[in-house]
């Protein structure tokens, strides 16, 4: 019998957000602003997959309580479907003003493709007359985006599949390891650089473009599943809380390793035992075990979606101060919480509520 572990709002889970997308405003800043790499330290710790675990987590199981599709994705679109919006007008805004009309009006057919992509889960195609505007430019956080609606577009899915084959989470977890493997052991292999020449490829055919948008979702996985997992195992979910000391420790090792050189960061793959330990466990530690903090506004999809194109306003206007910009991401931020996002949860909050209520009070 499953034991589910029971989510109310005595923990620091906002809080994990909200650290979480920091951290990679940060390492942006510090990329695009002073021009110091990847940063190792900081490249360790990879956000996105912090807030795949926390998305498996707390998603999946509030889905399998209601169980109707529609609902399901009423909310995640409620959620998620704004910033996408409100980041597709700030691109459109900032192309114009640093490269002028000329580029829509010289392009009709393929800024319609563009705008559709934008729209939809298909950020990661750019048109080549907008290629090199893309991703690392403007709006890098809209790939996370993208694949989370993935995610969500497949729980219903794979909620179903469960019915025939009970193992479906962990034969796909696997699938993903595997998967991740694969590529990690080529030489060639280096994700920025297949981003950009995803990003950059001209071509349209349909395995290049499921190849191109897929290729985060299939990779990302695991994280996504483990939090699955670890939501209906109350046990194993219960052993990693209680042992914080063993997986500070796997972290510690994992980044002595790194900065050796005999286990560079760059290439460390995050399926590997140690740190795989360390990475879940400080995420659980930081929501589960810290002292409980007053509850903070969710500002973490704003901080994700803003801090790009603030921060290449600034580069334009030759602004390169990682406080500045990072100060502004949150002003912006908030802005578009409180007016914005809040506002367009409660107007539809009626729409999506669910059947029956649950032990999930906690919204992600």
């Known amino acids: 019998m499953r034991h589910i572990v029971a989510v109310g709002r005595d923990n620091n889970l906002g809080w994990l957000r909200l650290i979480i997308a920091t951290q990679v405003a940060v390492r942006h800043g510090l990329i695009h602003f002073y021009d110091l790499g990847s940063y190792d330290s900081l490249a360790f710790f990879r956000g996105t997959l912090f807030f795949f675990l926390v998305s498996g987590f707390l998603i999946y199981e509030s889905y399998l309580k209601d169980q109707d599709p529609w609902r399901f994705y009423q909310r995640r679109a409620i959620r998620l479907l704004p910033m996408v919006y409100l980041s597709t007008l700030a691109t459109i805004f900032i192309l114009l003003w640093f490269v002028g009309p000329s580029l829509f009006v010289d392009h009709p057919l393929q800024s319609l493709i563009w705008l ?4 939809t889960v298909l950020q990661k195609i750019w048109p080549p ?34 019915t025939y084959v009970p193992q479906t989470v962990p034969i796909l977890i696997v699938t993903s390891l595997l998967v991740s493997v694969a590529l990690s052991m080529r030489d060639e292999y280096d994700l920025i650089a297949l981003d950009r020449a995803v990003l950059t490829a001209k071509s349209f055919d349909a395995f290049s473009v499921a190849a191109k948008v897929l290729h985060p979702v299939v990779v990302s996985f695991w994280m996504f599943g483990l939090g699955i997992l670890l939501r209906r195992n109350a046990q194993v979910f219960i052993y990693f809380i209680n042992r914080p000391q063993y997986f500070v420790a796997a972290v510690a090792v994992s980044i002595a390793l790194s900065q050796t050189g005999f286990l560079p960061v760059d290439a460390l793959p995050p399926f590997h035992p140690l740190y795989f330990f360390g990475y879940v466990g400080l995420a659980l530690l930081i929501a589960f075990k810290t002292p409980r903090l007053p509850q903070v506004p969710d500002l973490s999809m704003g901080v994700f979606v803003w801090h790009m194109p603030i921060f290449k306003i600034l580069i334009y206007y030759e602004t390169n101060s990682l406080p500045v910009g990072i100060l502004l991401t949150f002003m912006v931020a908030a802005v578009s919480y409180r007016y914005i996002e809040r506002p367009i949860a409660r107007r539809f909050a009626w729409r999506s509520s669910p059947k029956q209520s649950g032990s999930i009070a906690h919204r992600v």
Do not use: D, H, K, M
């Open 116 to 119: 559709f992509n934008q729209l």
């Open 129 to 162: 007359a907008f290629a090199e505007y893309g991703q690392s430019f403007i709006n890098g956080p809209l790939w996370f985006i993208s694949t989370i609606l993935i995610l969500y577009i497949c729980v219903p899915l794979i909620a179903r599949a469960e």
